[in-house]
Nanobody, 126 residues
Framework: VQLQASGGGWVQPGGSLRLSCASS????????ISWFRQAPGGEREAVSC????????YYRDDVKGRFTISRDNAKKTVYLQMDSLSIGDTAIYYC????????????????????WGKGTLVTVSS
């Protein structure tokens, strides 16, 4: 069972990147796939999620209209298209398989994750 994130890199403010999360060893559409990020010195935060059952999508407020999450079940891959990137988007981005979007441990904000992928670094700077 594996999730592999890729597509990170350096980009100037206003630029775009597309992250990919490739899965192996499990049926991708059995899970919601989320993207999380953690900036240097910051806390991990949820960025976006696409559900497994009906492909509903969810975004944190500060990426709405700039980021687009999508999935290709045939390729067992979830994508995160990131446009109009800003310096504040600099972080390591992780993909994760969850039972449902937003799943968290009772009484906490700690996400319930079935599988974590290794991160990919996104650096936005001029």
């Amino acid at each position: 069972v594996q999730l592999q994130a890729s597509g990170g890199g350096w980009v100037q403010p206003g630029g775009s990147l597309r992250l990919s999360c490739a899965s192996s060893g499990f049926a991708l559409d059995d899970y919601a796939i989320s993207w999380f990020r953690q900036a240097p010195g910051g806390e991990r935060e949820a960025v976006s999620c696409i559900s497994g059952s009906d492909s509903n999508t969810y975004y944190r407020d500060d990426v709405k209209g700039r980021f687009t999450i999508s999935r290709d079940n045939a390729k067992k891959t979830v994508y995160l298209q990131m446009d109009s990137l800003s310096i504040g988007d600099t972080a390591i981005y992780y993909c994760a398989a969850q039972p449902v979007c937003g799943a968290a441990k009772a009484g906490t904000h700690e996400p319930v994750v079935n599988y974590w992928g290794k991160g990919t670094l996104v650096t936005v700077s001029s």
